[in-house]
T-cell receptor, first 116, second 114 residues
Framework: DTAVSQTPKYLVTQMGNDKSIKCEQNLGHDTMYWYKQDSKKFLKIMFSYNNKELIINETVPNRFSPKSPDKAHLNLHINSLELGDSAVYFC???????????????FGPGTRLTVL | GNSVTQMEGPVTLSEEAFLTINCTYTATGYPSLFWYVQYPGEGLQLLLKATKADDKGSNKGFEATYRKETTSFHLEKGSVQVSDSAVYFCALSERKEYGNKLVFGAGTILRVKS
């Protein structure tokens, strides 16, 4: 039973194209995240949603648009892809307890995006 | 802002050697601290965590103690195995009302030779 799943696992595309990455979690968590891992393995948060509402946006270019149709899904759409967007993108989720978020995050397997 | 600094790798050890990967942090307030591990071609897995000062997290023979006085959370293992070869990330959690933000160190590659 996959807890946090992402599709596709690999994505190769041309500069200027628009692409989407999907994420689903079956853990019943309220909060979901997108992280970007660059070629040097450095990980940085991009977005976070709680119950379909955006709560963290880390100055990511507006070519990146997250969409949360329900609290189990957080998709990432990228317009006008650039070479620098090549990276591994990880989705994660965490539960919320009361008014504070529980601090452990569960990660998906990652999507390796290559822009040519 | 908050930040995490961990020792640069790669770290190369022989099987059964002792492992230490240093991690220090800068934070306002009292963050939770984590070690995540990424095996080749896979996503991140939580290895261990500590939520307050002097807590010790442990899992699979790995340990780390939350030291507030030295703002450190060093990862140790007494005897590494080839299967421990992976990238190890130290992270802190900035608590938000409805979501916590993980701030990661740069990662340390560990290679264990038989």
């Amino acid at each position: 039973d996959t807890a946090v799943s992402q599709t596709p696992k690999y994505l190769v595309t041309q500069m200027g194209n628009d692409k989407s990455i999907k994420c689903e979690q079956n853990l019943g968590h309220d909060t979901m995240y997108w992280y970007k891992q660059d070629s040097k393995k450095f990980l940085k948060i991009m977005f976070s949603y709680n119950n379909k509402e955006l709560i963290i946006n880390e100055t990511v270019p507006n070519r990146f648009s997250p969409k949360s149709p329900d609290k189990a899904h957080l998709n990432l759409h990228i317009n006008s892809l650039e070479l620098g967007d090549s990276a591994v993108y990880f989705c994660a989720s965490s539960p919320t307890q009361g008014a504070l978020s529980y601090n452990e995050q569960f990660f998906g397997p990652g999507t390796r995006l290559t822009v040519l | 802002g908050n930040s995490v600094t961990q020792m640069e790798g790669p770290v190369t050890l022989s099987e059964e050697a002792f492992l230490t990967i240093n991690c220090t942090y800068t934070a306002t307030g009292y963050p939770s601290l984590f070690w995540y591990v990424q095996y080749p071609g896979e996503g991140l897995q939580l290895l261990l965590k500590a939520t307050k000062a002097d807590d010790k997290g442990s899992n699979k023979g790995f340990e780390a103690t939350y030291r507030k006085e030295t703002t450190s959370f060093h990862l140790e293992k007494g005897s590494v195995q080839v299967s421990d070869s992976a990238v190890y990330f130290c992270a802190l959690s900035e608590r938000k009302e409805y979501g916590n933000k993980l701030v990661f160190g740069a990662g340390t590659i560990l290679r264990v030779k038989s």
